[in-house]
């Protein structure tokens, strides 16, 4: 039986390796599983905060690989500027709903789609931003 692998956030049991040191707390892939042994640790980061302002969980998803891929997708790739149309497909998923949440940031005049009016709701209370349904083209 294999482990299933996923990102997540780990606190180091023991380590041998020189960036880790037993209870750091580390993000990145890991098992799903109560304990893990990493034989790729180029694969985790050190958690260099953990408070109240910043909780563990945060490196699951603004922190982590979403957050990454949203912030270099739009600020680094997309070079946007304020007052500019942005439109995020898939806009309630991981990385689309943060990056909309860094257009409207940003000032941007924002668009996205989702499939379900559940979505589009739950994204117009907390998002705040335009949306239409991608399946049956409708607006709001
Ligand atoms: N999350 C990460 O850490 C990460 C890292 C690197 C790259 N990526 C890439 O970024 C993209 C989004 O990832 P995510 O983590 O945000 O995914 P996600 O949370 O699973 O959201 C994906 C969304 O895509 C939409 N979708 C699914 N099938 C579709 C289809 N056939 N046509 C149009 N939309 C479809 C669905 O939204 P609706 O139901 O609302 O349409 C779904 O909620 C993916 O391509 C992923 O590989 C993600």
Not at 9 to 31: C, L, N, Q, R, Y
Not at 36 to 56: A, Q, R
Request: some cysteine.
């Amino acid at each position: 039986m294999q482990v299933i692998t996923g990102h997540g956030v780990a606190k180091v049991m023991d380590s041998g390796h020189p960036k880790f040191e037993t209870g750091d707390f580390v993000w990145g892939i890991t098992g799903w599983e109560e304990y893990s042994l990493i034989t790729t640790p180029e694969t985790l980061f050190k958690i260099e905060h953990t408070d109240d302002v910043v909780p563990l969980h945060y490196y699951t998803g603004i922190l982590g690989l979403a957050g990454m891929t949203a912030y270099i997708g739009f600020y680094k790739i997309g070079s946007p500027k304020k007052g500019e149309h942005v439109f995020v497909s898939a806009a309630s998923g991981a990385v689309g709903q943060l990056v909309g949440q860094f257009a409207k940031l940003m000032g941007c005049y924002v668009v996205g789609s989702a499939s379900t009016k559940e979505k589009v709701i739950n994204l117009q209370l907390y998002i705040l931003f335009q949306f239409f349904l991608a399946q049956q083209g409708i607006f709001y």
